[in-house]
């Protein structure tokens, strides 16, 4: 898990860290997380909450990303506030 982590964490780009998230969780990683979880491991259960805040923080900024790709479509003639 800390190899996933450094793998996924290290691009700069959001949509890359996605990428390689979604890759690992689709070789496998979705369906072992849930034993991960169970085992009795203080650096495991380290790692598996930092996959799982890294994954969240993504999808935040990936959620704020729609919202103002959204803004622009709703309101496209509105000036930006600075």
């Known amino acids: ?8 964490t290290l691009p700069y780009e959001l949509d890359f860290r996605i990428h390689l998230r979604n890759e690992f969780l689709r070789s496998g990683l ?5 034993d991960l979880k169970d085992k009795e491991n203080d ?6 909450k930092v996959f799982d805040e890294n994954k969240e923080d993504d999808l935040t900024e990936l959620s704020h990303r729609l919202n103002d790709i959204r803004a ?11």
Not at 1 to 8: E, K, T
Not at 30 to 34: F, Y
């Open 43 to 48: 650096e495991l259960d380290i790692q598996l």
């Open 30 to 34: 979705k369906t072992m997380l849930p």
């Open 1 to 8: 898990m800390q190899f996933i982590n450094a793998l996924v």
């Open 72 to 82: 622009e479509m709703e309101y496209p003639f509105e000036k930006p506030q600075t």
